[in-house]
């Protein structure tokens, strides 16, 4: 099983549409039922979670070989970054206590940068966050 978060979006629904097309099985997790219609009708499981709860997140993780991260920026968010490093934070906590064998994580040029990036600072944070689990 594929599980793709953001699955709605545009990375994460290309992701979606080329695991199906392969023939392969695929959760495609999203914030609202509603907009998962089409990925339903391609053969997709859905999953709704909510990103900023590692148990949620963990659920959709159940049974998962390889799992697509990204983390969705909310414009409207009154603290942006604080709102992005307590999603990632969930991810990583949620991919540390049931650790499927592959993740890819959606980063960002300059990620690897530790100050002076502005809201990049929040993939240089996920990359961290993940480090220790290609360790394992």
């Given at each position: 099983m594929y599980t793709i978060f953001g699955a709605t979006g545009k990375v994460g629904h290309?992701?979606?549409?080329?695991?199906?097309?392969r023939g392969q099985p695929v959760r495609a997790v999203v914030r609202d039922e509603r907009r998962g219609r089409e990925l339903v009708e391609w053969g997709c499981e859905l999953a709704v979670a909510d990103v900023r709860d590692h148990a949620?997140?963990?659920?959709?993780?159940?049974?998962?070989?390889?799992?697509?991260?990204?983390c969705p920026i909310v414009?409207?968010?009154?603290?942006?970054?604080a709102d992005?490093?307590?999603?990632v934070d969930a991810f990583a906590e949620a991919?540390?206590?049931a650790p499927p064998p592959t993740v890819l994580a959606i980063s960002d040029y300059g990620a690897e940068l530790d100050s002076g990036t502005g809201i990049t600072l929040i993939f240089?944070?996920?990359?961290?966050?993940l480090r220790s689990f290609r360790a394992m």
């Amino acid at each position: 099983m594929y599980t793709i978060f953001g699955a709605t979006g545009k990375v994460g629904h290309a992701t979606a549409r080329a695991v199906r097309d392969r023939g392969q099985p695929v959760r495609a997790v999203v914030r609202d039922e509603r907009r998962g219609r089409e990925l339903v009708e391609w053969g997709c499981e859905l999953a709704v979670a909510d990103v900023r709860d590692h148990a949620s997140i963990a659920r959709a993780l159940d049974g998962a070989e390889a799992v697509q991260v990204i983390c969705p920026i909310v414009p409207t968010a009154v603290d942006a970054p604080a709102d992005l490093r307590g999603i990632v934070d969930a991810f990583a906590e949620a991919l540390m206590s049931a650790p499927p064998p592959t993740v890819l994580a959606i980063s960002d040029y300059g990620a690897e940068l530790d100050s002076g990036t502005g809201i990049t600072l929040i993939f240089h944070h996920l990359e961290q966050s993940l480090r220790s689990f290609r360790a394992m």
